[in-house]
């Protein structure tokens, strides 16, 4: 017969002195389990006669229910002191003074985007900017993807509620800063010709190894008189040579398609893949690192210029992408995690500011 009196306070006083999460869960299984006192009890119910079952079931059952919800409070407060300790011991005083030791150091992306804008600043491009947050006039429409075009759809746009009409959204690609300044969103220009990059961030509803739901890009565009596909290519060889700092390095101009370049290409650079190595500028692999192309003459009429009178190219290219390329970095979604050691590791000193003289 079992002592049911003995066995809730053993019990109770055995989850009462658990001091851990750990030592918690062993209680719990010592007597909830599947083996367990209180299981262990209540099967001894079989063999008693139909008086004895119906108190002795009764009882155990109070009892079980009572152990469990001891078991749950305990767990929430050693919980709390385990929160507690833990806060206790990672706790970081931001008011100290910096130390060498635990200096910030430059992000990667920060860092390939000063690099980025150093290059092209060297060859006479302004840096433009644009809103995170988009309208589809801007986004799409301008751009000569129609609401129907399937280019809507690979964009995985996440949009945002709020105006009603559901057409704010948060831009797929730096794209839209073309449109902008070319309608003379930007202050200080005014008309045609243009020579601009425009860094920033950029989001898709994507989430896996190798895409992150925000990332960067850096759109750059050339609008002047008798711009043709000789520039854009001069222009983009000159870039990766500098970026990736070699004197040569095989470029491939491959025929692609966006709805705002005609004709539109992705550019692969030449490179060596061995087992655990990537060597860029050598080899016979290619690697796909940006799209670009001349700019479309509805993207001209939609900004109000005549295609007959101004011609240009655009590009555009992922800053992680590059920067995973020139420095090796593995894993794209590392760059996110706000990982201290990574940042240490990875990261760039704040006083070695990207310049072509001084060497990116
Ligand atoms: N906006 C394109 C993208 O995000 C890249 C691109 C820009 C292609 C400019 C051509 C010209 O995929």
Redesign the pocket.
């Known amino acids: 017969m079992t002592d049911t009196n003995t066995l809730r306070s053993q019990a109770l006083s055995a989850i009462e002195h658990c001091d851990s999460s750990a030592t918690l869960e062993e209680q719990r299984v010592a007597l909830l389990g599947k083996k367990g006192a209180i299981t262990e009890a209540l099967k001894t119910l079989g063999a008693a006669d139909a008086d004895t079952r119906k108190t002795l079931g009764a009882t155990l059952n109070q009892i079980k229910q009572e152990l469990a919800e001891a078991i749950d409070s305990k767990k929430a407060q050693i919980a709390a002191v385990e929160l507690n300790a833990r806060l206790a011991s990672e706790k970081i005083d931001v008011t100290l003074p910096s130390r060498p030791e635990i200096r910030g150091s430059i992000h990667p992306v920060t860092q390939v985007i000063e690099e980025i804008t150093a290059i092209f600043a060297d060859m006479g491009f302004a840096v433009a900017e644009g809103p995170d947050i988009e309208d589809d006039a801007h986004n799409f429409d301008a751009?000569n993807i129609p609401e129907s075009h399937p280019a809507r759809q690979m964009?995985d746009t996440f949009y945002l509620q709020g105006n009603g009409d559901g057409k704010t959204l948060l831009r797929?690609?730096?794209?839209p800063v073309?449109i902008r300044t070319m309608t003379g969103g930007q202050k200080d220009n005014s008309g045609p010709p243009f020579r601009f990059i425009a860094p920033g961030s950029?989001y898709r509803c994507d989430s896996d190894l190798t895409h992150t739901p925000m990332f960067h890009?850096v759109?750059?565009?050339v609008i002047d008189k008798d711009i043709h596909m000789g520039h854009l290519k001069g222009c983009l060889i000159e870039f990766l040579k500098a970026f990736f700092e070699l004197d040569e390095v095989p470029v491939r101009f491959r025929p692609?398609f966006?709805p705002?370049?005609e004709p539109?290409?992705e550019v692969d650079i030449g490179c060596k893949r061995s087992k655990d190595e990537l060597k860029i500028g050598a080899g016979n692999d290619w690697l796909e690192v940006?799209?670009?192309?001349m700019?479309h003459p509805n993207v001209l009429k939609n900004c109000g210029l005549d295609p007959d009178e101004w011609q240009g190219?655009?590009?555009?290219?992922?800053v992680e992408r590059l920067a995973m390329l020139k420095y090796g970095i593995p894993d794209l979604r590392t760059f996110f995690d706000s990982d201290t050691r990574w940042l240490s590791h990875y990261g760039f000193d704040a006083l070695n500011i990207p310049s072509l003289l001084g060497g990116l």
Request: net charge negative; proline share 0%.
């Open positions: 751009l964009h797929t690609h730096t794209s073309q950029t890009q759109e750059g565009f692609s966006f705002f370049t539109s290409a940006l799209g670009c192309g700019v190219f655009a590009f555009g290219m992922g």
